[in-house]
C-alpha cells in the first residue's frame, strides 16, 4: 500500500455489551422523542449552543473527506423577514400551482401551508449549503464526491444534536431554495439543501397524529 500520514485512533472507546446497551437505549429514546414542531417561541437560544451543534456536525463522515457543507446560521431579524417574504412567494406557487394532487394529499395530515411565520418568530433559522465544488486554500477548485449524502449526514448530526439539548426543529424546504444564494450572497457552486428552523416550542404546540414504521417494516436481515 502506498504510504499516506496517520495518526493513532485515540478517540476510540470500547465499551462492554451491557454498557453498549444501555448507552443505545438512552440515546434511542431520547432520539425516538423528537419531532418535527410547527410553531415556535421567540424565546432566545445562546448561540454558543448552535455553534456546539454544528462543531457535531462537521464530524460527518463525508466523500474524500472533502466536508462539502456550509451553514450559514440566521439571526438577524431583517434577514429572516427578507427570507420569509422570498420562501411564502415559492411556497404559494407550489401550493396553487407546482404540487401535484397527490403531492398536496400527502402534505395533507401535516397541515402544511403557504404562511411560514416560523421563519421571523424562531431564534435561528440555519441554512444549509452543499457544496458540488470547492476551492482549495491555493484557490484552485477541485470536485466534490457524494456532496448530496454527505450533506445529508452532516444535517442528521446536526438536527440530532440540537434536539438532545432541549431545542425544537422544522426540517423546512421551500422549493425551490435559489433565493437563498442571493439573499445569503453564497456561490453559485453551493446548492441550498435545507433551512433549518431552531428555537423552543410554542406554548401548547400540538403536532400532526402521525406514527412512524416499526423496526420490521423499514429493516431486512441477512445473516444471523
Ligand atoms: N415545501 C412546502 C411543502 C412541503 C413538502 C414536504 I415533502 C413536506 O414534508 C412538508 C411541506 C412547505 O414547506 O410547506
Redesign the pocket.
Known amino acids: 500500500m502506498k504510504h499516506h500520514p496517520s495518526v493513532p485512533l485515540t478517540g476510540y472507546r470500547e465499551f462492554s455489551i451491557e454498557e453498549m446497551r444501555s448507552r443505545l437505549s438512552e440515546f434511542q429514546s431520547d432520539v425516538q422523542r423528537r419531532r418535527t414542531v410547527r410553531d415556535f417561541s421567540e424565546r432566545a437560544v445562546p448561540r454558543d449552543i448552535i455553534e456546539s451543534a454544528l462543531r457535531a456536525a462537521g464530524s460527518a463522515p463525508s466523500g474524500a473527506n472533502l466536508q462539502p457543507w456550509h451553514f450559514v446560521v440566521i439571526s438577524d431579524a431583517d434577514m429572516k423577514k427578507r427570507i420569509r417574504v422570498a420562501a411564502e412567494e415559492e411556497?404559494k406557487d407550489?401550493?396553487e400551482h407546482r404540487?401535484s394532487a397527490e403531492?398536496l394529499a400527502?402534505?395533507e395530515p401535516?397541515g402544511?401551508?403557504?404562511r411560514?411565520p416560523f421563519l421571523e418568530i424562531a431564534p435561528y433559522l440555519i441554512a444549509v449549503f452543499m457544496q458540488k465544488t470547492g476551492v482549495l486554500p491555493d484557490g484552485r477548485k477541485v470536485k466534490h464526491y457524494y456532496p448530496a449524502e454527505s450533506t445529508g449526514l452532516a444535517t442528521g448530526i446536526l438536527i440530532t444534536a440540537l434536539h438532545r439539548a432541549g431545542l425544537v426543529l422544522l426540517t423546512?424546504?421551500?422549493?425551490p431554495m435559489g433565493f437563498l444564494n442571493e439573499l445569503l450572497d453564497r456561490p453559485k457552486r453551493e446548492k441550498p439543501f435545507l433551512l433549518l428552523v431552531v428555537g423552543y416550542p410554542a406554548t401548547d404546540v400540538r403536532v400532526p397524529d402521525i406514527r412512524r414504521k416499526m423496526l420490521h417494516e423499514y429493516v431486512t436481515f441477512v445473516g444471523d
Request: hydrophobic content about 40%.
Open positions: 411556497e407550489f401550493y404540487a403531492w400527502a402534505l401535516l402544511t401551508d403557504t411560514k423546512h424546504t421551500p422549493s
